[in-house]
T-cell receptor, first 111, second 116 residues
């Protein structure tokens, strides 16, 4: 079946540091790939997505590129802020919309 | 507009009891999904509805779990004879349609179920 493996956390960075959170996946067919974010006390919300190979999703300074050859969708941000502290989930969805999530990576950004 | 809402936000019950968890999706969204999230893990798919029918219930762990969506809007997840292992946050999500590339799901805040 489909699976998503995320870089284990927690990750602690200083403000303005570079962020990478690794995500690899196993899937049949051609899934869509997503990063969701959960801020403290809030529900899951979509951060960015990509629907086919070599697509780059971006939002709020975060980027991730759909790499079919390495089955990866790593999340990056050039300069993190304290407000980026949250739990980040990588996910894939099949053509029916059924989603498979990674276990989440907790990011803490210190001033 | 209003997002996905779930009630109750917290539910504490005793082992062996029956519970119902409710989800109100975003108006007009035809697809509705239920997930279960245990501590330190990502959401795990349970079931999804397209309209009133359960299109895929392959994630339901056993026959103690059942979900309905009789009018194609509100959904109820029902758990019979609860066990301590059922303790988790139950998440509901909706989307304008089921499937298709890049179909975003909109999540509710979840119901935290604790079985004593």
């Amino acid at each position: 079946g489909d699976s998503v493996t995320q870089m284990e956390g927690p990750v602690t960075l200083s403000e303005e540091a570079f962020l990478t959170i690794n995500c690899t996946y196993t899937a049949t067919g051609y899934p869509s790939l997503f990063w969701y974010v959960q801020y403290p006390g809030e529900g899951l919300q979509l951060l960015l997505k990509a629907t086919k190979a070599d697509d780059k999703g971006s939002n709020k300074g975060f980027e991730a590129t759909y790499r079919k050859e390495t089955t990866s969708f790593h999340l990056e941000k050039g300069s993190v802020q304290v407000s980026d502290s949250a739990v980040y989930f990588c996910a894939l969805s099949d053509n029916a919309g059924k989603s498979t999530f990674g276990d989440g990576t907790t990011l803490t950004v210190k001033p | 507009g209003a997002g996905v809402s779930q009630t109750p936000s917290n539910k504490v019950t005793e082992k062996g009891k029956y519970v119902e968890l409710r989800c109100d999706p975003i108006s007009g969204h035809t697809a509705l999904y239920w997930y279960r999230q245990s501590l330190g893990q990502g959401p795990e798919f349970l079931i999804y509805f397209q309209g009133t029918g359960a299109a895929d219930d392959s994630g339901l762990p056993n026959d103690r779990f059942f979900a309905v969506r009789p009018e194609g809007s509100v959904s109820t997840l029902k758990i019979q004879r609860t066990e301590r292992g059922d303790s988790a946050v139950y998440l509901c999500a909706s989307s304008p349609r089921a499937g298709g590339p890049g179909n975003e799901q909109f999540f509710g805040p979840g119901t935290r179920l604790t079985v004593l």
